[in-house]
C-alpha cells in the first residue's frame, strides 16, 4: 500500500483566471477570481489552493464536492475575519479532483506539508520519530534503533517518543534477548567474541557461541514481547531458570534471573498503565490564553512508548475539533496509525471520513474512538492532564522568552524583539580545514533544521585571516538570500546578526552587508571580558558603544547559550572536515578510483607517491586494475605522456 496517493489518481488543473493588478489585499479582486474559478469546478471531491499574486499557496482546503465548497468562500459576509483576509489576497486557485472525499483528505494533509500555507493550521514539529528495527535480512537478525523511510527488510516497532526512550528500551532489550546490533560487515569479521558478549548484551553468533535455532528461539521470544506478550516471556524465563537451578547448574540460573531483573526494569518503567488497550495512539488537547497543546502518547502491546507534547501554528480562529483534525492528519502522514487512535473529542468532520482516510494510508482498518469509560477513559484523562501541564509550562517559558527577547530589543535598539536571531563564528587551526558556521535561533529555541556551515574556499581568503572567512561567509549568505528571498517574506531575513567577535569583526561584518546593499540588518558583536572570562561578556555596536549586562541576568545567560551553541556546531564541522582529510589520500583525485581500488593500489605500491611514480607496465601488474584503467592513473599523473 502506497503512502500517498498516486499522481494517475488526480487530476489536477491550474486556474485559468488570474487577476491582475495590484499584490495588495482587495476582497473584491479576490472573490472575483474565486468566481471565475468557480464556473469551471465540478461536483465531486478534490482540493483546492488558494494562492496570492506571486503565487503562493495561501490555504490548502478539501471539499465532498468542489463546486459547493468554493461556493462558500464568494459569500464573504458569512466568513469568519480569518478567511476574509485570505481572500482578499487570494489572486488565482489550483484544483485537484479525487475518487472519494477519504482521498480528498490524504491529499490535503500531503499539500499542506508540501507548502506549509500561512491560513492553515501547521504541524511545527519535523522531528522524525525513532523506530526499533528488527531486520530480517541475515541469518542471525540484528535490532537496531531506525529514523527515516522504512525500506530495510524486517520488522519495525515504534514510534517511540524520543531517541532516549527508544536508546533505553534497546539497551533492556540487548540485556533480555542477547540479540546483536552490530552491522553486517562486523558481524563477518569477529573471529572472537566482543565487548558486548562480556557484558551479556549478546549471545555472540558471530563466532557460533549460539545456534542459529537457539538465536532464532531468542528473536522469537522479541517479537512476542514487542507485541505484548511479556507475561508469556517472562513464564518463560522463570521456567527456565527454576529448571537450571534444579539441574545445579547455577551459572545458566543467574544468567536467566539477570535477564528476568531486565524484564522487570522495562516493565517498571512503563509510567502509564494502559494494560488492556494493545496499541493505540492517545491525543488529548488543552487551550489556554489563545495557546493550544496536544499531548500524544504511544501505546503498543499494553506498553508505553513515551509522549510528546505538540503545539500546532496558525491556530488563531480556527475551531479546536478543526485543530485537531488537520493535526491528525499531518501527523500520520510520517508515522503509520495504531490500530486505534483515541480522541478526547469529535472532529470537525464525521469520524468515519477520517477513520476511512487514516485506514488506506495504513493498508488496513484503523479505529478513531472518544473513549467514555473505563483504562481507555482513564488513559485520555491522564493525557488530558499531560497537555494541561505542558501548555502550563510552554506558557511561562514563553513569558520568560518574551521578557528577554523585549530586552535583547532594548538593549541594541532593534525596531522590535527579534523573531530571527543569526549567530556566526569560525573555526580553523593554524588555517588549516576552515569552515565557517551559522546557527539560528528565535523565541520557539533553536531551530537546527536551519544551521548552515560554510567551507572556506575562495582563493582570495588568507588562511587564518579571521575577517576573510567572516567576509567570505557573510557574502555567501546574504548573495543567497537577495537572490531567493529579494522580497524579504520567506522569514528567512534575520533580525539579528550576533557575530563571536569585538569590534573588528563588526565592522568587517558592516563592511560587508553595506556592499551588499544591506542597510536595515542590526549587527552586535559579543566577545569575552578581561581574562576571557565568561560573565564579563561585553557586547559591541557598528557605532563604537559597548555594553554589558549584570552577571546574574537571564538575558547574558541567553545570549551566551546561543553564542556558545555557535562555537559548537563550527568546532564540530571543523573536526569532521579535519577527520576526513586524516583519511584523503592524492588517488581520490583519480577519476574512476574507488575504495577498493584505491586500496588495492595502495596495498601493491605501498603509497600514494609510488603509485604516482609508478611506470605503465607496473600499474598493469597490480592487482584489480585492468590495462585501460592503468592507462588512466599513468595519463592522470603524466599528462605530456
Not at 475518487?99 to 506549509?116: C, D, F, P
Not at 553468533?205 to 522479541?222: K, M, N, T
Not at 488537547?285 to 512508548?305: D, M, P, T
Not at 490500530?339 to 468515519?352: M, S, T
Request: glycine letters at 8%; charged letters at 30%; aromatic letters at 8%.
Amino acid at each position: 500500500m502506497n503512502d500517498t496517493p498516486t499522481p494517475d489518481r488526480f487530476n489536477e488543473e491550474k486556474s485559468v483566471y488570474t487577476v491582475r493588478g495590484s499584490d495588495k489585499p482587495d476582497l473584491e479582486a479576490g472573490v472575483a477570481a474565486i468566481r471565475n474559478v468557480l464556473k469551471t469546478l465540478p461536483v465531486r471531491p478534490g482540493v483546492y489552493r488558494m494562492q496570492d499574486a506571486r503565487g503562493d499557496v495561501l490555504y490548502v482546503g478539501k471539499a465532498r464536492a468542489l463546486k459547493n465548497r468554493v461556493a462558500n468562500y464568494t459569500q464573504v459576509a458569512r466568513l469568519p475575519k480569518r478567511l476574509q483576509r485570505m481572500v482578499a489576497q487570494t489572486r488565482s486557485m489550483t484544483i485537484v479532483t479525487t475518487n472519494t472525499e477519504a482521498e480528498a483528505l490524504l491529499l490535503e494533509a500531503q499539500l499542506i506539508k508540501r507548502y506549509r500555507p500561512p491560513y492553515n493550521v501547521l504541524l511545527r514539529d519535523d522531528k522524525s520519530f525513532p523506530f526499533i528495527l528488527l531486520r530480517e535480512d541475515h541469518a542471525f537478525p540484528r535490532i537496531q534503533k531506525h529514523r527515516g523511510a522504512r525500506r530495510a527488510k524486517g520488522q519495525y516497532y515504534g514510534p517511540f517518543a524520543s531517541a532516549g526512550s527508544v536508546t533505553r528500551t534497546l539497551n533492556a532489550l540487548q540485556k533480555l534477548f542477547l540479540l546483536r546490533s552490530c552491522t553486517d560487515s562486523f558481524f563477518a569479521n569477529r573471529d572472537r567474541p566482543c565487548l558486548l558478549y562480556q557484558i551479556k548484551r549478546c549471545s555472540a553468533p558471530c563466532v557460533d557461541r549460539i545456534s542459529a535455532d537457539a538465536y532464532g528461539e531468542l528473536v522469537e521470544d522479541a517479537k512476542a514481547f514487542l507485541a505484548g506478550k511479556s507475561t508469556e516471556v517472562q513464564k518463560k524465563l522463570g521456567a527456565a531458570m527454576t529448571a537450571a537451578a534444579e539441574a545445579m547448574d547455577f551459572e545458566l540460573a543467574a544468567v536467566f534471573r539477570d535477564r528476568l531483573r531486565a524484564l522487570t526494569f522495562i516493565q517498571s518503567a512503563q509510567a502509564i498503565n494502559a494494560e488492556g488497550v494493545g496499541d493505540a495512539d492517545v491525543f488529548a488537547l488543552c487551550a489556554k490564553q489563545g495557546l493550544i497543546g496536544i499531548q500524544a502518547f504511544f501505546i503498543r502491546g499494553g506498553q508505553n512508548w513515551g509522549h510528546r507534547s505538540f503545539f500546532p501554528a496558525h491556530t488563531a480562529e480556527v475551531p479546536e475539533e478543526e485543530v485537531l483534525e488537520s493535526f491528525l492528519m499531518q501527523f500520520y502522514e510520517e508515522v503509520p496509525p495504531a490500530r486505534l487512535v483515541l480522541i478526547d473529542r469529535p472532529l470537525a468532520d464525521e469520524a468515519g471520513l477520517v477513520e476511512e482516510a487514516l485506514s488506506e494510508r495504513a493498508g488496513r482498518k484503523v479505529v478513531l474512538k472518544v473513549p467514555q469509560r473505563g483504562e481507555q477513559r482513564k488513559l485520555m484523562e491522564q493525557a488530558r492532564r499531560n497537555a494541561e501541564e505542558a501548555i502550563d509550562r510552554r506558557l511561562a517559558e514563553s513569558t520568560t522568552q518574551g521578557r528577554i527577547f523585549q530586552e535583547i530589543a532594548d538593549l541594541f535598539e532593534l525596531d522590535g524583539p527579534p523573531g530571527r536571531i543569526e549567530v556566526y563564528d569560525n573555526s580553523h587551526i593554524m588555517g588549516t580545514n576552515m569552515v565557517g558556521a551559522m546557527i539560528v535561533a528565535g523565541p520557539e529555541g533553536f531551530r537546527k533544521n536551519q544551521y548552515r556551515k560554510f567551507n572556506i574556499k575562495r582563493a582570495e581568503t588568507t588562511a587564518g585571516d579571521d575577517f576573510a572567512m567572516m567576509r567570505e561567509v557573510l557574502e555567501r549568505r546574504f548573495a543567497r538570500l537577495e537572490k531567493e528571498d529579494p522580497d524579504r517574506t520567506s522569514g528567512e531575513w534575520p533580525d539579528l546578526l550576533l557575530i563571536d567577535g569585538g569590534k573588528g569583526q563588526v565592522s568587517a561584518v558592516c563592511r560587508v552587508l553595506q556592499e551588499a546593499g544591506v542597510e536595515d540588518v542590526p549587527v552586535v558583536g559579543i566577545s569575552k571580558g578581561p581574562d576571557r572570562n565568561a560573565g564579563r561578556e561585553h557586547f559591541h555596536l557598528p557605532d563604537g558603544r559597548e555594553s554589558m549586562l549584570p552577571l546574574n541576568s537571564p538575558t547574558l545567560f541567553y545570549l551566551q547559550r546561543i553564542r556558545d551553541e555557535a562555537h559548537r556546531f563550527a568546532i564540530g564541522a571543523h573536526r569532521a572536515k579535519r577527520a576526513k582529510a586524516f583519511t584523503a589520500s592524492p588517488l581520490d583525485e583519480v577519476p574512476g578510483i574507488g575504495p577498493a581500488r584505491k586500496k588495492a593500489l595502495l596495498m601493491h605500491f605501498g603509497t600514494a607517491k609510488a603509485v604516482r611514480g609508478a611506470a605503465l607496465e607496473d600499474l598493469e601488474r597490480a592487482p584489480g586494475v585492468s590495462k585501460a584503467m592503468a592507462r588512466a592513473i599513468y595519463d592522470f599523473y603524466h599528462p605530456r605522456g
